[in-house]
């Protein structure tokens, strides 16, 4: 299976599909386009492709450590943590925890006067521990994340940074940037789930040898 294809139709279209990602990837880079490892090309042009958008070329940023330290995870079994259920539901992975609807979760939300994206993050930081961190819609999420690595020793194999909106996620990722976690974040306001469910899918590929 390659970009969710199966079939010889659906593979040529994928296949045709991502030469022109990768044109379209060229013109934004320009001489830029070669300093990105194999790897992490191929996550941008997952990103590309499901947001038809090119400028995310430049938009992803990636921590040397943080597509070997994805791959590791998922080969060893280790959990995805995301924070809400459109984002659970792209993934192709079962090992999957969402507290976004979870009544312990809703209940400390509103004790603390939290998010609930916020409160099921700190619900689940011994699943965190360990493993991979996707998130893709609430800044606030992200923002617990890496508090938690950086207050309570919480260590994620791999943090997915790509909430989306004007309010906190371009600063909520720019934190995990500055942060010494493993990463692969959007820079600036966009993101969003197509964004973060791609990074995911491509580090789950490449963990089956499969193209990123």
Do not use: C, W
């Not at 909520?172 to 976690?181: D, M, Q, T, V, Y």
């Amino acid at each position: 299976m390659f970009m969710g294809a199966i079939t010889k139709d659906g593979l040529d279209i994928a296949e045709k599909s991502r030469e022109i990602v990768k044109s379209k990837i060229k013109e934004v880079l320009n001489e830029k386009y070669d300093e990105y490892t194999k790897e992490q090309m191929g996550i941008i042009e997952r990103v590309v492709h499901a947001t038809a958008d090119p400028e995310y070329a430049k938009l992803i940023a990636f921590t040397d450590d943080a597509i070997k330290n994805g791959v590791e995870a998922i080969k060893n079994g280790k959990p995805i943590i995301v924070d809400i259920s459109m984002v659970q539901a792209g993934i192709r992975y079962d090992n999957i925890y969402n507290y976004i609807k979870n009544e312990e979760a809703i209940k400390l939300a509103k004790k603390e006067q939290i998010t609930r994206a916020e409160a099921a993050m700190r619900l689940l930081k011994d699943k965190i521990d360990g493993g991979i961190v996707v998130i893709g819609n609430a800044p606030t999420a992200l923002i617990e994340v890496v508090r938690l690595t950086k207050e309570e020793n919480i260590k994620p194999a791999l943090i997915v940074g790509a909430p989306v909106g004007f309010v906190k996620a371009a600063e909520s990722k720019e934190l995990l940037r500055n942060s010494e976690n493993s990463s692969i974040s959007a820079i600036g306001s966009k993101g969003g789930t197509p964004v973060a469910v791609s990074i995911a899918n491509g580090i789950i590929a490449l963990s089956r040898n499969e193209k990123a």
